[in-house]
């Protein structure tokens, strides 16, 4: 049973970064930084398992956007916060600037799905898309996981272990209704 315990937010963490590069749209950083809360060693292990499934989610999609790309696109427009004019946008970034675009997606919003959809429609490389997308994705993880474990340490003399709980889940919970409110204004299927 502890071995079992020991592994779940690993597995957990990969299957979370699977789905959020497919279809969920909460990201893996939620669970990162609940993790976090009481190890930050665990949190960045986690973090690894995570861009494992973010990797293997990201290979799905692009090799589904290599047959039925429109189909893709029809899926990824019904998913919340994302439009047609947001995956129009990742079209011309990637076009515009590369790869690199994929270090844009997290400052901005923009799901990873997205681009590993259009990477794809621009036939940018599998292998280079990939080797791109190990530190577009891991920095944000790691970013994410040491913040919230250096903020848990400044404030676990103030505030109790619930207290630090309920504060994660209040700032992620306003977090999303921030963005939803303004990527849901950005169109009309976001």
Partial sequence: MQRIRKRLPNALATFWGLAEATVFFIVPDVLLSWLALRSLRGALIACLFALLGALVGGTAIWLIAQQDPESLRRLFALIPAIDSGMIDSVHSQ???????????????????????????????GFLPFL??????????????????????????????????????????VVFYAWYFHVMGAAGPTA
């Fill in 131 to 172: 080797l791109v997308s190990i530190p577009a994705r891991l920095i944000r993880f790691v970013l994410v996981a040491s913040l919230v474990a250096a903020l848990n340490h400044s404030l676990s003399r103030r505030l109790s272990v619930r207290q630090r709980q309920g504060l994660l889940v209040a700032c992620w």
């Fill in 94 to 124: 990637l076009a515009t600037d590369g790869l690199v675009a994929l270090f844009i997606g997290p400052l901005i919003g923009t799901p990873y799905k997205i681009y590993a959809l259009e990477a794809a429609v621009l036939q940018l």
